[in-house]
């Protein structure tokens, strides 16, 4: 597996968590973009691989947009239960920071499965595993910006948040080459294809959208905002096809 594959997430997501830094006044537009990256990544490659790899398994195209529901639904629901947690725990003992680094470290498992999900989509398909790169990499840029947020509660950056989103980039890289060890069939590569697309489409309308709407950006800038992250997702996904 090419080593670049797993160093673009890295860069994509060190970059997120600059930018959030460095941009704290335009995390508005910044989370929408993350939203517009998701959704493109989500519905224009993660998806179609997805179908495309599954015709020859015996996954119909309703199959696989069947586990992308069953996913969105169940990281709602998971969102919506830690959402109660964190709630509850602000209202405890928890200080603002600590919930935050409890989500960061969440974040960073995450991205640990990330890198799996290349790893194991360019086992079952080179093709595969250049378009999830890509998706996760759009997608690590709202990883980065949101281990920023979270670890940071939006004041200035600490050392140790800094730890944190090294930690967050790292762990694709780390997950990747985890799975050097490991061998899916092509059919599992399909599940976890449609999986991952269930969790960007929950992520970008129950996290990103409704956290932009909070920071009370402008409506057609959010909008713009959007449409250029699903855009950038559809240009690479076109040079992607080209180079191929």
Known sequence: MPIVL????VLSTLAGGLMAIRFRRSLGFL????AGLLLGAAFLDLLPE????????GLSSANVL???L??????LALGNGLDALTTHWENSSFSRRATGRIGGAMLIFHSFRDGMAIGL???????AGYAVAVGIA?????DGMNTVLLTTGGDAAQPIDYGFLIADALAPLLGGLATVWWTFSQKSSVILLAIAAGFFIQLATSDFLPEARRRQSPRMTMLL???LGAAGIYVANFLISYIN
């Open 31 to 34: 989370i929408a973009l993350g």
């Open 6 to 9: 797993l160093i673009i997430p």
């Open 225 to 227: 905002a959007v449409f």
């Open 138 to 142: 759009a997608h690590d840029l709202g």
């Open 70 to 75: 069953i996913s969105f639904l169940v990281c």
């Open 50 to 57: 997805a179908i495309d790899l599954g015709a020859p398994t």
């Open 121 to 127: 989509a360019y086992a079952a398909s080179h093709q």
């Open 66 to 68: 069947g586990i992308a």
